[in-house]
């Protein structure tokens, strides 16, 4: 037995060493793409030395004698810290994601490579400007200087992820990065999806419910669109809905409710309490691990520049110099229009025009799948663009038999100057400068706040489509694209754009709400990303004189819900304190319980409170018991609260509050008995997960930030150390805005919000800050792959200074690039 026992304790004595071991050797070739950020380099492709000072936050401080050598350090700092994360988002830009993931990814290529991003970035690099075209191919030479680095002196592959995924990095190109900009488009648009679900609810529903369900945001109301089977005949109403498969995270395709938002406000010296103007800039877009951005200084000819970039991007998007600030916020403008286009009976290849029968612009497309037969798919253009499948954003529930869908939008151009604009912007003077600049910009379409010296202003920059007034939908549904008055007549001047500058008022905000009430086609769009954020920053800036930087970055840090200030009123009204005490255990007691907790609620979303986790759980179920009867599966479209459809029922405006009858059932249910049912199944569901004692639930146990590696952070014990999770705060109508997830088991995780944050001042333009959502490196091994994440949940920041003195003191590391002889 002592000789069993001995050999048992050799036998795990020696697992625990080779595991012991196994972690070392990992250990080790892990940490090999660490870059050491004291190592100084002898590399082609400058002219003369570079200097990347990384402050105490690991910032980097870019000085070179040339622009172009600043812009190489940028390629070559983001390559260093975040080669992975950029080259996902070139392949996922040149629909190629299924070398690396196999056919996963496979649908998300077919469609990206029917968009064709790629090809037409290529062709946008001809249409830059000079300055710009050698700034894209001096940052290009950085990233390829980094890449060469990895492969000469064995760095691991560069990030830890190319163990696991082995393909070859390929020489970074200009195309690359307007690709990637390009790619941000993608991701900030959502008006399709929009048309297309407008279009399945008008086959179901009259004309007044729609109007309830997708309501207009407040201001001038829009005439009555004719039912979508009169626009397009031959859509059956009852056709079964094609569900996409479950989104997968590496997908760039946004559901509408996560189609982009932001918020940004600025004020006037008058209005600011140093007497220089202010601005601060939250936006918002989807949560990974690492944050999509990457803070970095720029010294260049023109001065000084300091903000958020994106790995790939050779610009300063969100930021400031010494004489101007700019934010950026969704501008919801509609620049997506979906067309039936009527297929020739005779022959397939045609479509209808307003002229007769046209050929599809057509050619295949090869693409090859890691560990299966390559796939061959064909792309067919019409005049209108590129032609959809059926099986993407349902377009397959609303296309007659004989026809296919094709989309035009407006940043499918090879004449695409939007970088060139990135780029002059960050020499920038003033604000009227940077007004003229955003002429050049055609997508994304985006509010760009400005601060200079003197005022504020808020300029639409993107390109503007002009439609005809006699559209059939106004673009607000798919509409047949062989008649004249539906297809785009061009762009609309830039001087149409809307602008905001030096307000009376001192103030200028926007959280996606809507900007101006102009009538068709001027109109920018009739979905707007919000209604209810804009209340709370009206409160919050009308109850001060004067603003400091300090109010600035407690509004951004607001957690006030306006929305449910306004909806527990309404849906609560006959149901609080009403009725017997009733016995302990009962489900009556415990919705009673709930009520008095409510009752005594300010509606402020703190991540320690019970109450925003009731209220969430209640009228998320409340919406899902209005609709559900009414649209079956649709309503599993609508995976977020809808306070104006809440507010109109609830309020009885049209006669919404008929949503409250349950049709199949034979009694008349009233608007106070749904609220009461769905509160208890609310209830119900939150004691099961939370326990039964609703004064120990917190919202942020069910509100955490999901901070996850797009690849990596789905794999088992690997989850652990690459995803960051943390309890936060806020929801999908606070300034604060931590957007929920909406479905799935954990439907309240939040999973979309600030990224970056800035607040500018320029009384002291070095007193400002900002801060991101992670940290700087893409390394899950760096001590600085979640430092600044920490400071981002609490709500703190770090400095932004241009001083090069202070990035020198307790720099993490200067490296200094020396060119080699020739």
């Excluded at 109301?221 to 059956?236: F, K, M």
């Excluded at 220089?276 to 010294?299: I, K, M």
């Excluded at 999973?751 to 320029?762: I, K, L, S």
């Excluded at 390394?779 to 001083?803: A, T």
């Amino acid at each position: 037995m002592f000789l069993v026992f001995r050999w048992m304790m050799r036998l795990i004595t020696g697992l625990v060493v080779l595991s012991l071991l196994a972690g070392v050797i990992l250990y080790y070739f892990l940490s090999r793409s660490l870059p050491d950020y004291d190592e100084d380099f002898t590399i082609a492709g400058i002219s003369a030395p570079v200097e990347i000072v990384r402050n105490n936050d690991n910032v980097p401080h870019l000085f070179g004698e040339t622009d172009a050598d600043v812009f190489f350090a940028l390629g070559f700092a983001h390559a260093q810290d975040r080669l992975w994360q950029m080259t996902l988002l070139r392949r996922t830009a040149q629909g190629r994601l299924s070398e690396m993931f196999g056919t996963r990814t496979l649908r998300i290529d077919e469609l990206m490579r029917r968009y064709d991003l790629y090809g037409l970035a290529q062709q946008s690099v001809a249409v830059q400007d000079a300055p710009t075209r050698a700034a894209l191919e001096a940052y290009a030479r950085g990233v390829n200087a980094w890449i060469t680095e990895v492969n000469r002196e064995a760095r691991g592959r560069g990030a830890p992820e190319f163990f696991l995924f082995s393909n070859e990095i390929a020489a970074w190109q200009p195309a690359d990065s307007i690709a990637i900009l390009k790619l941000m488009a993608l991701q900030l648009s959502g008006q399709l999806e929009n048309e297309v679900l407008r279009a399945r609810i008008s086959l179901v529903l009259p004309e007044a419910r729609v109007r309830d369900i997708l309501p207009d945001a407040p201001g001038t109301g829009v005439t009555a669109l004719p039912e979508y089977s009169r626009l397009v005949p031959g859509v059956n109403p009852g056709l079964a809905p094609i569900r996409q498969a479950a989104a997968d995270v590496l997908s760039p395709f946004p559901t509408r409710e996560l189609a982009g938002a932001s918020n940004a406000w600025a004020a006037v010296p008058a209005r600011s309490a140093a007497g220089g103007t202010l601005l601060a800039n939250d936006p918002h877009l989807g949560f990974t691990a690492p944050t999509v951005w990457y803070l970095a200084r720029l010294e260049l000819s023109s001065g000084g520049v300091i903000g958020g970039t994106i790995p790939g991007i050779p610009a300063v998007l969100v930021g400031r110099s010494e004489a101007l600030g700019w934010g950026l916020t969704s501008s919801y403008l509609d620049d997506q229009d979906l067309f039936i286009e009527e297929v020739n009976p005779e022959n397939p290849e045609q479509y209808r025009t307003p002229d007769g029968w046209k050929d599809f612009v057509t050619r295949r497309s090869i693409i090859t799948v890691k560990d299966a037969a390559p796939v061959t798919i064909t792309l067919r253009w019409t005049d209108n663009g590129p032609v959809l499948p059926g099986s993407h954003y349902d377009i397959g529930s609303i296309t007659p038999p004989g026809h296919v869908a094709a989309l035009s939008w407006t940043a499918l151009t090879g004449a695409d100057t939007s970088m060139t604009a990135v780029i002059r912007m960050m020499g920038a003077k003033t604000t009227a400068e940077a007004i003229e600049m955003g002429r050049l910009v055609v997508a994304p379409a985006q509010n760009v706040m400005l601060a200079d010296a003197g005022g504020v202003a808020m300029q639409l920059m993107g390109a503007m489509p002009a439609r005809d007034p006699a559209h059939q939908s106004r673009g607000r549904m798919p509409v047949p694209g062989w008649l004249p008055e539906n297809r785009w007549q061009g762009m609309l001047p830039y001087e149409d754009n809307p602008r905001v500058v030096n307000p009376a008022s001192g103030l200028i905000g926007n959280t996606n709400n809507k900007t101006v009430d102009r009538p068709f086609p001027l109109h920018v769009s009739y979905t707007w990303g919000d209604t209810q954020r804009i209340q709370r920053w009206l409160t919050l800036m009308q109850a001060r004189e004067v603003h400091t930087r300090e109010s600035f970055i407690e509004a951004q840090l607001d957690t006030v819900s306006f929305t449910a200030r306004s909806l527990l009123p309404l849906i609560g009204a006959d149901l609080w304190f009403t009725g017997e005490p009733a016995p302990d255990g009962t489900p009556e007691r415990l919705r009673q319980r709930a009520l008095e907790i409510l009752a005594a609620w300010n509606g402020e979303m703190s991540e320690h409170l019970p109450e925003p986790l009731i209220y969430q759980a209640w009228v998320r179920a409340l919406q899902d018991r209005l609709i559900r009867d009414d649209l079956g599966p649709l309503a599993d479209t609508f995976t977020h609260v809808e306070p104006l459809l809440i507010e109109r029922v609830y309020r009885n405006v049209d006669g919404a509050s008929i949503w409250c009858d349950v049709v199949q059932s034979a009694v008349v249910e009233s608007c106070t008995d749904l609220a009461r049912i769905a509160l208890d199944e609310a209830l119900l569901t939150l004691t099961e997960t939370y326990g039964p004692n609703p004064e120990s639930w917190r919202w942020g146990d069910a509100h955490q930030a999901t901070h996850d590696h797009t690849v990596l952070g789905n794999l088992p014990v690997l989850r652990y150390f690459v995803n960051i999770r943390q309890s936060t705060s806020g929801d999908d109508h606070t300034l604060l805005r931590g957007k929920t997830k909406g479905e799935g088991p954990d439907p309240f995780l939040n999973v979309h919000g600030a990224g970056f944050r800035g607040v500018y001042d320029f009384a002291d333009p070095d007193s400002s800050v900002f801060i991101t959502s992670t940290g700087q490196s893409g390394h899950p091994l760096s001590r600085f792959y979640d430092d600044l994440g920490v400071l981002w949940r609490r709500g703190e920041y770090v400095p932004m200074s241009l001083d090069p003195e202070l990035a020198r003191a307790a720099a993490v590391g200067v490296t200094v690039l020396t060119p080699a002889a020739e």
